[in-house]
């Protein structure tokens, strides 16, 4: 049986990395562990790149690394553009995107990036709420 399937935003990745024992953290040993899987496209995998490569960060090398080289293992998806309701910041819409192509949750810190006007349809969960379902 595979593991459940999730959009996770790069807010939570970062949360994670940068504080282990909370629930961002449970998120990224879930995936990391392959009790979850991520759903993502290009531009997600790229933001993670980027994003993670950041100084300000100061994330090793080997932790970008380890998120990086799970992916060809994860749920690649090609979402179609968004017909509804942009999120408030424009360059969160493609984790909409790839959650309504994957037909999965996303999983976020920030919610009022996605409002439910902007959401689709698409079920948005923080990380507790989403370790909740993990754990049904």
Request: neutral net charge.
């Amino acid at each position: 049986m595979k593991a459940p399937l999730a959009v996770v935003d790069t807010n939570v990745i970062v949360s994670g990395l940068l504080s282990p024992f909370g629930r961002p953290g449970a998120v990224v040993d879930a995936i990391l562990a392959r009790r979850m899987r991520l759903a993502y496209d290009d531009r997600i995998a790229i933001e993670y790149l980027e994003v993670l490569s950041r100084p300000r960060f100061g994330f090793s090398k080997v932790d970008v690394e380890r998120i990086m080289e799970i992916l060809p293992f994860q749920e690649r998806v090609l979402p179609k553009p968004w017909p509804h309701t942009p999120s408030p910041d424009p360059d969160d819409t493609m984790f909409l995107e790839a959650a309504k192509a994957a037909g999965c949750p996303l999983v976020t810190g920030n919610l009022r990036h996605f409002p439910e006007p902007c959401r689709g349809g698409v079920v948005v969960l923080t990380p507790a709420e989403y370790l909740e379902t993990l754990r049904a």
